[in-house]
């Protein structure tokens, strides 16, 4: 099928009314394309997911009119898959365990001959303070985080990538300068839970053979992490489309927590799918 499309909630809580765009938004386009819409739940962090917030997304979905094929793939069953790309990485020496805290990073990061830490799309740009330890063993350590040595990888590819985003209506390259001293060695599996969302997400969308990633444009700059990601593990690239953010009445873009805005309380109160398309200009 030349068009496969997903939406990837986390179970951590209410679907709002960001995510009803996005999740139509994608659905109305595999439509027009006469593609395939797909659901993953994204329930890798076990301490946040709850079976009834799982639930209510698809509860709520089905209630927008939205129907997805089954079966629906939960990344909380994919550890395997994550432990061999991971496996991969390590044999070929572009990870490395990480025992650094947040506040270590952030002391090192700060400190007087490095000036203000620097931000990437990850928070501050990890430091390096592990990175040159001699790596042990033929598969990654256990119960610690394993980082991305972001030059070694660019090494690895020797060469610049890209990606078109038709949600922007751009064509972004993004330069090995750009990925060391603005992304950094970024987590690749955090150590409570043996993998990342950047890990995750592209390895489910290449198993799901998801033609057209459509997501907001918060997860522009990870894109940049995942073209890396895809391009390592020698994965398709799929097409973006990075969408706009719906926005509460202040601007600020909506959160888990703005309940005030979850699809299940406009329901509640009595709105109709039809209502929900229109306060997203859908
Ligand atoms: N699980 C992510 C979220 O809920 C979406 C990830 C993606 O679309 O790539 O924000």
């Not at 898959?81 to 805290?101: E, H």
């Not at 209506?169 to 599996?189: C, K, Q």
């Not at 918060?218 to 706009?244: C, M, N, V, W």
Request: overall charge negative; some cysteine; charged content about 25%.
């Amino acid at each position: 099928m030349s068009f496969i499309t997903r939406f990837a909630p986390s179970p951590t809580g209410p679907l709002h009314l960001g995510h009803a765009y996005s999740a139509l938004l994608a659905y109305d386009m595999a439509q027009k394309a006469d593609g395939a819409f797909l659901l993953r739940i994204e329930d890798i962090d076990r301490s946040r997911a709850r079976e009834h917030w799982e639930n209510q997304i698809y509860d709520d979905l089905a209630w927008l009119g939205i129907r997805w094929q089954e079966p629906v793939m939960r990344q909380s069953e994919r550890q395997p898959d994550y432990t061999a790309a991971l496996d991969d990485l390590w044999a070929r020496g572009l990870i490395y365990p990480c025992s650094c805290t947040r506040a270590d990073i952030a002391a090192a990061a700060s400190a007087p001959q490095e000036g203000a830490p620097l931000l990437g799309p990850d928070g501050v740009i990890y430091p390096g303070t592990c990175r040159d330890f001699p790596l042990e063993g033929a598969t990654p350590p256990q119960n610690v985080a394993l980082r991305l040595n972001m030059r070694k990888a660019c090494d690895a590819l020797q060469k610049d990538l890209s990606f078109s985003d038709s949600g922007m209506a751009r064509e972004t390259t993004v330069s090995a300068d750009e990925l060391i001293h603005g992304v950094g060695d970024i987590v690749i599996a955090r150590r409570d839970m043996g993998t990342s969302y950047h890990l995750s997400v592209v390895l489910d969308d290449a198993a799901q053979e998801v033609t057209h990633v459509i997501r907001g444009e918060d997860l522009f700059d990870a894109t940049k992490i995942h073209i890396l990601l895809q391009s390592l593990l020698g994965l398709e690239q799929p097409q973006y489309h990075h969408h706009r953010l719906i926005r509460d009445e202040a601007g600020k873009r909506l959160a888990k927590r703005d309940d005030a805005r979850a699809i299940s309380l406009f329901r509640a109160e009595g709105a109709t799918p039809q209502d929900i398309r229109e306060m997203v200009g859908l």
